[in-house]
């Protein structure tokens, strides 16, 4: 890697870092979710470096375009009471131990990630006049044509059960979000009002002989 590729991996690290710790420590839901924007883009950033120019373009139309835009839509189709920063009603004791957690958990990370050994594989690029593929790529690394034959060549079958995850996903939050139809609220509840009409004066008999508990 470069002069250059390494300033970038450095300076994209310390933002993404910087960035999810925003995320998640954020009270407001608009400004996490501007935290998780940056973070986004940081690991554009990040797969620039990794010469996984693909997966940056990737990361910004899809992550950065879309998901982060939906959350943003949904925080404010909310409205204002999401943005409202309640007080924190967390003991000092639950405090203590969330961030020892975190410290203990990045700690082990970090110690396995310093014992790994990089390889520095040889990334060969496109022979000049190679118009044998699609645009040239040549299955080039980072390239859509190395990106798909790993995805669906190489790893079809968990991409497929991706997809069927995501599917059983959107299904149960529609079935979830759509509410009870008339039907199932009375099958639900299937004690029926008395129709005949109640005198308004609570000290009169009801026609039905039931006397209201006291």
Not at 16 to 23: G, V
Not at 52 to 62: E, K, R, S, Y
Not at 157 to 165: A, D, G, H, T
């Amino acid at each position: 890697m470069s002069l250059g590729g390494q300033l970038l991996f450095a300076f994209a690290g310390l933002i993404a870092i910087l960035s999810a710790l925003l995320t998640v420590t954020q009270r407001s839901p608009l400004r996490a979710a501007v935290a998780l924007l940056v973070h986004v883009v940081s690991l554009a950033g990040l797969y620039l470096t990794l010469h996984a120019h693909l997966l940056a373009a990737i990361q910004l139309l899809v992550y950065a375009g879309a998901v982060v835009v939906l959350f943003v839509f949904v925080i404010m189709l909310i409205g204002p009471g999401a943005l409202d920063v309640k007080p924190d009603q967390r003991g000092l004791m639950v405090k203590l131990l969330g961030g020892a957690t975190i410290v203990m958990v990045a700690g082990a990370i970090a110690a396995q990630v310093g014992h790994a050994v990089g390889i520095f594989p040889g990334l060969p690029g496109c022979p000049e006049g190679d118009t044998t593929t699609l645009a040239g790529e040549c299955g080039q690394f980072g390239g859509v044509d190395a990106l798909s034959n790993a995805i669906y060549v190489g790893a079809a079958i968990p991409f497929e059960l991706v997809s069927v995850l995501l599917l059983v996903a959107i299904v149960g939050a529609i079935a979830v979000a759509r509410g009870h139809t008339d039907a199932e609220k009375k099958a639900k509840d299937p004690v029926e009002l008395d129709p005949r009409p109640r005198s308004a004066d609570p000290n009169s008999p009801d026609p039905s002989g039931i006397t209201p508990a006291e």
